[in-house]
């Protein structure tokens, strides 16, 4: 899925997109487009530019160069109008006041304002409404924060590694509220580190390094891309160069006598083996997970790269 | 125009539970007045205690907008309130107008009280409309330092924010003849300060002589410098805040 310029359902549009800091190249190129109704997750690894790629959606970062189209209008217009609520990680809370009164706040600055009881309900913040917003844990200050972008009837909601500090009870709570405002037809970007986040939650992830869309597609097609299936079994006296030979095979390790095969047809694979004669022992099997499709991903994004080393990175 | 004042009202309201703006705007002042007013018989052409109730109005007024302002700046900077907001369909300016509309909320007790004290106490008496005069040139100059508060607290993190106001702070208020009057060498160097100006207006109207145009125009170059020094700490933070 490339850019395809403005067309009708389109929330946003990045169109070689890029933020330099210097010689550092933070987003390098992106070019991306989200329609109306989707649940995206933007996945990356650290310093991926997944936090600089919302900033300027936002309209908090200016774009070295490309152009940023949000509702047909720029990131500014779209977020002044109210299109668009945000919780970013950077993004902090008015002190000395109650939950109650900073939520009532933003939502009288919001021009199609959503009652506050239900924004304090569906935020699970209703019970700590009373308390100050600078005496509450880690959680509270998180959900309180998901809150803020709720305030408004808005079309695009986005968040920065939403359930960060949220316990498990909680990050379950908070999908739950999720879902319901997806379910009102908004659009949902998020970006997040937790990949089965990614995988129950989104219904299309795109994969970011080095400031680059590396993957666009389903969690499926995700891990499709990555090469398939796990093909585990026992043979004793094996002979490798047969093996390297089978069908749809991406790569070989052999320990001992377990033979671990990463495979495009598992199955073709496995008759072929068969077929030769050989009789393997605890043949297992199995689906790469969206962890290894996303490290297998960006790992092989990173050894094309090592030619030419990004400036910035030998610091880290 | 409508988000900025619902922000300043919340900011109104949560002024009123801190405890510190109280201590050096309203009761600072009110001390010091009734130490020291009648200490002295007479400063800059009129009675003490009607100048030293101009200088205490000044102290209260400048300390509110100046302290109070740029630390809590610079603190919701940090905290990341400031970000937050912008993503509200808060206007771009909203924060900062509504911070100085909240300034000049807040300074007006801290004068008033003062005068209060001034006639009950120290027995000051003027005309109706010099007490207005005065009480406004006091107010106005208060955003000066409002101005400066914005140009501090976008600018220097809070645990530097605190040392530089409390420098400029007693810088102005000693140069300006605020804690007492000045004369000789000190009032040469102390006649350019934006505290001498507001203090020299406001007796030269309650002694009835002609206020120099020279005055009111340095005011008035204090608050344009300032407000670009302001103007220009938003601009320079814009993508970091």
């Given at each position: 899925m490339s850019y395809s310029g403005t067309g009708p359902g389109q929330v946003v549009s990045f169109e070689n997109v890029s933020k330099h800091y210097g010689s550092l190249k933070a987003v390098d190129g992106l070019s991306l487009d989200l329609r109306k109704g989707?649940?995206?997750a933007l996945l990356g690894p650290n310093g991926a530019g997944k936090s600089t790629s919302l900033d300027m959606l936002l309209a908090l970062r200016k774009p070295t160069s490309g152009k940023i189209k949000?509702?047909?209008?720029?990131?500014?217009?779209?977020?002044?109008?109210?299109?668009?609520?945000a919780m970013l990680q950077s993004g902090g809370l008015m002190p000395e006041v109650t939950v109650r009164e900073l939520v009532t706040l933003v939502t009288g600055l919001h021009p199609r304002p959503v009652p506050v009881d239900t924004t304090l309900r569906r935020a699970g913040v209703a019970q700590i409404a009373e308390q100050r917003v600078d005496r509450l844990s880690g959680g509270q200050t998180q959900r309180v924060r998901f809150a803020l972008a709720i305030v408004g009837d808005v079309d695009l909601i986005v968040l920065d590694e939403p359930t960060t500090a949220m316990d498990v009870e909680t990050r379950r709570l908070f999908w739950a509220s999720m879902k319901e405002e997806v379910a009102e037809g908004k659009t949902l970007l998020f970006a997040t580190h937790y990949?089965?986040?990614?995988?129950?939650?989104?219904?299309?992830?795109?994969?970011?390094?080095?400031?680059?869309?590396?993957?666009?597609?389903?969690?499926?097609e995700i891990k499709a891309?990555?090469?398939?299936?796990?093909?585990?079994?026992?043979?004793?006296?094996?002979?490798?160069?047969?093996?390297?030979?089978?069908?749809?095979?991406?790569?070989?390790?052999?320990?001992?006598?377990?033979?671990?095969?990463?495979?495009?047809?598992?199955?073709?694979?496995?008759?072929?083996?068969?077929?030769?004669?050989?009789?393997?022992?605890?043949?297992?099997?199995?689906?790469?997970?969206?962890?290894?499709?996303?490290?297998?991903?960006?790992?092989?994004?990173?050894?094309?790269?090592?030619a030419e080393p990004v400036a910035g990175e030998t610091a880290s | 125009m409508q988000?900025?004042?619902?922000?300043?009202?919340?900011?109104?309201?949560?002024?009123?539970r801190n405890r510190r703006y109280f201590l050096f705007t309203l009761a600072l002042p009110v001390v010091l007045y009734l130490i020291v007013a009648k200490q002295g018989k007479s400063a800059y052409g009129v009675d003490f205690s009607a100048y030293y109730m101009?200088?205490?109005?000044?102290?209260?007024?400048?300390?509110?907008?100046?302290?109070?302002?740029?630390?809590?700046?610079?603190?919701?900077?940090?905290?990341?309130?400031?970000?937050?907001?912008r993503l509200t369909p808060l206007p771009a300016n909203g924060y900062v107008v509504a911070k100085l509309l909240v300034s000049m909320a807040t300074t007006i007790p801290s004068i008033v009280i003062v005068f209060l004290l001034g006639y009950f106490y120290g027995g000051v008496r003027m005309a109706a409309w010099e007490w207005i005069?005065?009480?406004?040139?006091?107010?106005?100059?208060?955003?000066?330092?409002?101005?400066?508060?914005?140009?501090?607290?976008?600018?220097?993190?809070?645990?530097q924010v605190q040392p530089i106001t409390a420098l400029i702070f007693f810088g102005f208020a000693i140069l300006g003849g605020v804690w007492f009057p000045l004369s000789g060498g000190l009032q040469k160097?102390?006649?350019?300060?934006?505290?001498?100006?507001?203090?020299?207006?406001?007796?030269?109207?309650?002694?009835?002589?002609?206020?120099?145009?020279?005055?009111?125009?340095?005011?008035?170059?204090?608050?344009?410098?300032?407000?670009?020094?302001?103007?220009?700490?938003?601009?320079?933070?814009?993508?970091?805040?």
């Open positions: 989707e649940t995206v949000m509702f047909g209008s720029d990131p500014y217009h779209a977020v002044k109008s109210g299109q668009v609520g990949l089965e986040e990614a995988d129950q939650a989104a219904d299309r992830i795109l994969v970011i390094n080095r400031g680059r869309l590396l993957a666009d597609g389903t969690p499926a891309r990555a090469g398939a299936k796990q093909l585990s079994f026992r043979l004793g006296g094996v002979d490798e160069p047969f093996l390297l030979g089978l069908p749809g095979l991406v790569s070989l390790e052999i320990r001992n006598d377990v033979v671990h095969i990463q495979s495009r047809d598992s199955d073709a694979t496995l008759y072929a083996l068969l077929d030769a004669g050989y009789r393997p022992k605890e043949v297992e099997i199995g689906s790469l997970g969206l962890e290894q499709a996303f490290i297998a991903i960006t790992a092989e994004d990173d050894r094309s790269n090592a | 988000g900025t004042l619902l922000l300043a009202q919340t900011e109104f309201n949560r002024l009123r101009v200088a205490m109005a000044t102290l209260g007024a400048f300390s509110g907008a100046l302290n109070g302002n740029a630390i809590r700046i610079s603190e919701e900077r940090k905290l990341g309130w400031i970000r937050q907001l005069v005065v009480g406004i040139v006091v107010w106005l100059g208060s955003m000066i330092f409002a101005a400066l508060a914005v140009a501090i607290g976008y600018r220097f993190p809070p645990d160097i102390g006649e350019v300060t934006p505290t001498y100006e507001a203090v020299k207006i406001s007796t030269d109207v309650i002694g009835g002589t002609s206020v120099p145009i020279g005055l009111i125009a340095g005011l008035m170059i204090w608050l344009l410098i300032f407000a670009g020094l302001a103007v220009l700490s938003v601009r320079a933070t814009a993508e970091t805040v």
